[in-house]
């Protein structure tokens, strides 16, 4: 190692003319001494550190209390370094996509000397599996729609299987992941509004698939409802009655609906729309 015995200086900028003599002095200084150290080695796929190298991943130096210091990427030949490392003890450690996270190793720098230090990655079959993710919003507000059910299904054929499921969270984020390759259908559930589905999603190779969508209100589409018993003078419940649903608008009664009691003596209308009403009820009997 060729290192500076004398640290470089400069002189001040001078003018040289008509046969002039310059007397430049300078005075070398000692170098700094480098108390910090350093540390390399090479990213392997196994962990018998042989055979292929990993470019691309992130080598990262921690403090001893876990803290990040440091970090870089190795190089096409799956090399690295790391310098101006203070001397004290580290772990050191190396992650890329489709892989674990290394084992920490310890590293201890005590001196200016290059400490090597060789790391394993351990492929992640998880990892390339597929993924669903997005941001559920109510389609008029915009605003994040908390607790959603959301639902996938396998699809094969025509037959549909529930693989798995998961809630939005406070911002309307969802998540679901380790998901093999295949065909699937998204259901979105949430009381109030209307279910919406994502059909004919296609996933293979890791893909991670967007599938943020809104859902619809289902208020003020859900109108008013009139239920009631029918019951003789004497409390006796009246089964098969007639039940006529009469609208009231500027004094004129008009029959919008009609139902008949069941087995029970009860009846009921749904979506009734605001406004005034009045039920009429009889029992006929059939010639």
């Not at 084992?103 to 290059?114: D, E």
């Not at 639902?151 to 549909?160: M, Q, T």
Request: charged fraction near 15%; avoid cysteine.
């Amino acid at each position: 190692m060729n290192n500076d015995i004398l640290k470089l200086n400069v002189s001040q900028i001078f003018t040289l003319a008509n046969n002039n003599e310059a007397d430049i002095n300078l005075n070398l200084s000692l170098p700094p001494i480098d108390t910090n150290g350093s540390v390399r080695g090479t990213i392997y796929d196994t962990t018998l550190l042989t055979g292929s190298v990993v470019a691309g991943a992130t080598v990262k130096v921690f403090l001893a209390d876990g803290t990040p210091y440091a970090h870089t990427v190795s190089s096409t030949d799956g090399t690295y370094a790391i310098s101006d490392l203070p001397m004290g003890i580290y772990t050191i450690a190396a992650v890329k996509d489709g892989n674990y996270l290394s084992a920490s190793v310890p590293l201890t720098i005590s001196s200016p000397t290059s400490v090597e230090i060789n790391l394993a990655l351990i492929n992640n079959e998880v990892a390339k599996q597929n993924i669903i993710y997005g941001i559920l919003t109510d389609s008029v507000t915009n605003l994040p729609l908390n607790d959603v059910k959301v639902s996938l299904y396998s699809v094969v054929g025509d037959i549909k299987t529930l693989v798995s499921s998961t809630v939005s969270i406070a911002d309307g984020e969802y998540i679901l992941d380790k998901i093999i390759d295949g065909n699937y259908e998204l259901i979105f559930e949430k009381t109030g509004y209307q279910t919406s589905e994502i059909n004919n999603v296609a996933l293979t190779g890791g893909t991670m698939f967007n599938a943020t969508t809104t859902l619809t209100s289902t208020t003020g589409d859900i109108n008013n409802t009139v239920s009631g018993i029918i019951k003789t003078d004497l409390g006796v419940i009246v089964p098969n009655a007639f039940v006529g649903l009469y609208q009231i608008l500027n004094g004129v009664e008009t029959l919008v609906s009609t139902t008949y009691t069941n087995a029970e003596g009860k009846y009921m209308f749904g979506n009734v729309l605001d406004g005034e009403y009045l039920v009429k009820a009889k029992l006929s009997n059939t010639l």
